[in-house]
């Protein structure tokens, strides 16, 4: 069975038609801005396939550890794991957001790009990270630090900023490398197993 749906790229609405059964791409939306604003997470273009071992043993993991950090070769899986687990937790985490540092190579850009994320603005005289604090202090909250490995060591500094003064904030990080930041969980990513 054929259908369409929409589909949110970069602020734009493409219409898709795609099979019925290759629906995870959009269960990811399903939950997210369309309903309340829960996540930020990007809509997937592709189905999600396989992996029902490695996303339990994620939920059960970032129930019991603030820090988890999805470890793994460039292009094995890591951040799609990670998205789609972020997009059907259902941890007490009230909002999840995304941050992709990719594109940044300055190690100063981290908080910006997380606070960005937020829309937390720049207060005058204020440090952005004391600000992000305010935001996220009351919060039950993931973020989700996608593409970290060029920037671990201020992945690996905000991380245990936040950390510590945020009582509901948890973190989900995918690296090529662990962040090596106190309290973390390393969770090494296997490559996709196809059914025979
Ligand atoms: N379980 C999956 N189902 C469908 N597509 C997948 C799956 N895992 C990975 N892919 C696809 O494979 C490609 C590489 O995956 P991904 O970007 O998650 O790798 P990565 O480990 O994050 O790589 P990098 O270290 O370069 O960031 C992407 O196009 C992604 O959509
Ligand atoms: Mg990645």
């Not at 369309?34 to 339990?56: I, K, W, Y």
């Amino acid at each position: 069975m054929r259908r369409s749906s929409r589909i949110r790229v970069s602020g734009l609405r493409l219409i898709d038609t795609h099979d019925a059964r290759a629906d995870d791409a959009s269960q990811v939306e399903s939950h997210g801005r369309e309903d309340g604003a829960r996540h930020n997470l990007p809509s997937q273009l592709t189905s999600f396939v396989g992996r029902e071992r490695e996303l339990a043993d994620i939920k059960r993991l970032l129930a019991t550890t603030r820090i988890l950090t999805l470890v793994g070769a460039g292009g094995i899986g890591k951040t799609r794991l990670a998205i789609q687990a972020a997009a059907h937790l259902d941890t007490s985490a009230e909002r999840v957001w995304f941050i992709d540092l990719a594109a940044f190579s300055d190690a100063a850009l981290v908080t910006q790009a997380v606070a960005s994320a937020l829309d937390v603005r720049e207060q005058p005289d204020r440090l952005v990270l004391d600000t992000l604090i305010d935001v996220l202090r009351p919060r039950r909250a993931l973020l989700l630090l996608d593409n970290c490995e060029h920037l671990v060591n201020a992945c690996a500094l905000l991380a245990a900023g936040l950390l510590r003064a945020c009582p509901g904030l948890s973190l989900l990080a995918t690296s090529r490398e662990p962040l090596g930041v106190s309290g973390e969980t390393v969770w090494r990513v296997p490559p996709l197993s196809l059914p025979m």
